[in-house]
């Protein structure tokens, strides 16, 4: 089972690897043991080159990786990130999975 998110590894893996993700960080209140009982968990996720989903596919893939862990999920890549904090997820933000 993976810690952070609660799920076995080779879910996780699945469902990168059908997703084309390369990478996929966990960070925001989650990762600092701020969360709340109603707090999503933040991932920030790297594609595969060539494999950059659009936003409804991107939204498809949040409703699913939430029905996995069984929190709301909220999927950001490092271009989403707010250039105010940007540099400080992406120094911070732990890896979940990795191909």
Do not use: W
């Not at 469902?15 to 989650?30: D, M, R, T, V, W």
């Not at 494999?51 to 409804?56: G, K, R």
């Not at 596919?57 to 996995?68: D, K, Q, V």
Request: glycine share 6%; aromatic share 8%; charged share 20%.
């Amino acid at each position: 089972m993976h810690l952070s998110l609660g799920l076995d590894e080779n879910t996780l893996a699945q469902f990168c690897q059908a997703h084309h993700i390369c990478k996929l960080s966990l960070f925001g209140s989650q990762l600092k043991g701020t969360a709340r009982v109603d707090s999503d968990v933040d991932l920030l996720v790297e594609f595969e080159a060539h494999h950059t989903p659009n936003l409804f596919e991107l939204a498809r893939m949040e409703l699913e990786i939430s029905g996995l862990i069984g929190k709301k999920v909220d999927l950001r890549t490092a271009g989403d990130l707010s250039r105010y904090f940007r540099s400080q997820v992406l120094a911070t933000a732990v890896p979940q999975y990795a191909a």
